[in-house]
């Protein structure tokens, strides 16, 4: 088993108007074979930790810690995080022209494990793994996200999820922008990659609708940089029902994801 460990951490950015603190004092553990859903409005800070998590340089941890089986998170490259077991699915993938998708798979995977994968083997669990997601077959020779929809980006990004399985996957927003039938193809993926590894899954989103799909054991509230609450999914079902709006009555002014 292994552990994602934060500890009371604080982000910042640089803003036209001086710096800004995003996340203010977040403490959160994820275990492999854990799902953990992070909830929240908009500019509560959600996106921030996925990208702090990740490596993004935007982002400035001021204070605190991100441990993975006790080893420093912030002190790796975003490489290094990767070969480590760190996965993020974007919120908007970006296209990488001039890259196909059967070049860019295989260099990933090889970068991550060390070694490059046979090829017979390899090619036919591509091939699979963009059947099971119902993505064309053509699509291997496209160069990656160039001219595709948002739930193909969406369906290659959980393809990458499968192929490279992480330790732990973030998954940012992965739900936004689908339709019902690319959520539950989408969902399968992130549930087969679960069971096949024993991933932990970090998933972070605005509505319930993908925890019909993606069933998690724990449910954190995030507004105005922290944790206001957590529990387990009736938390989910309560929040369904009843909004964030007794969270935003005394949160103050919402910050920037």
């Known amino acids: 088993m292994s552990t994602l460990e934060i500890k009371d951490l604080h982000v910042s950015i640089e803003t036209e108007q001086g710096v800004k603190e995003i996340l203010k004092g977040v403490t959160l553990t994820v275990k492999t074979g854990e799902t953990h859903a992070i909830m929240g409005p908009n ?61 860019f798979l295989r260099t990933a995977k090889t970068a991550i494990d060390g070694n490059a994968p046979a090829i017979r083997s390899w090619t036919k669990e591509v091939k699979e793994a963009m059947a099971q997601l119902r993505i064309d077959a053509d699509f291997a020779q496209r160069n990656v996200n160039e001219g595709f929809s948002g739930g193909e980006k969406k369906r290659v990004e959980i393809l990458q999820l499968e192929l490279f399985k992480p330790k732990f996957a973030i998954l940012d927003e992965t739900d936004s922008g689908l339709d019902v039938d690319a959520l539950k193809v989408v969902s399968e993926g992130v549930n087969r990659a679960h069971a096949a590894g024993n991933m932990g899954t970090l998933l972070i989103t605005h509505y319930t609708r993908i925890l019909r799909y993606i069933k998690p054991e724990f449910v954190h509230v995030f507004v105005d940089g922290k944790i206001a609450e957590q529990g387990g999914p009736e938390l989910a079902d309560r929040l369904e029902e009843e909004g964030y709006d007794r969270y935003l009555a005394g949160a103050g002014t919402a910050v920037q994801a």
Do not use: C, W
Request: hydrophobic share 40%; charged share 15%.
């Open 43 to 103: 500019g509560s800070g959600k996106s921030t930790l996925a990208s702090t998590i990740a490596g993004h340089p935007r982002y400035t941890v001021t204070s605190g810690s991100i441990t993975l089986d006790g080893e420093d998170v912030l002190a790796m490259s975003v490489d290094e995080r990767a070969r480590a077991g760190l996965f993020l699915a974007m919120q908007y993938p970006v296209e990488v022209p001039g890259v196909t998708m059967t070049n």
